[in-house]
């Protein structure tokens, strides 16, 4: 498992190149579940990508990307630790 700390408030980005064919689908799960609207998640050109931006406590935790098509699954399971702060100045 691959572990990620951020400072609070902080912008965290994860991108990972997807090349398969038929062309898969992506999930992306936090702690199992569906990923919350304040996480970013892009699916373009090959690039799978999720992007965490004004990080808060509630961002930590762990994210599994999974890739699915015909010719099978592949997942990537991954910490995020937001330390610092519970609140933060908005610019």
């Not at 064919?21 to 373009?44: F, G, H, S, Y």
């Not at 931006?53 to 937001?82: C, D, E, M, P, Q």
Request: proline share 2%; glycine share 6%; with cysteine.
């Amino acid at each position: 498992m691959i572990k990620t700390a951020l400072n609070s408030c902080g912008e965290w980005a994860y991108r990972l190149l997807v090349q398969a064919r038929p062309r898969p689908t992506v999930l992306w799960t936090k702690d199992n579940a569906e990923v919350d609207e304040t996480v970013n998640i892009m699916d373009t050109d090959g690039v799978a990508q999720l992007v965490i931006r004004n990080a808060r406590g509630y961002h930590s935790g762990s994210y599994k990307i999974t890739v699915k098509n015909a010719s099978g699954v592949k997942s990537l399971t991954f910490k995020v630790i937001v330390n610092g702060k519970i609140f933060c100045c908005f610019v």
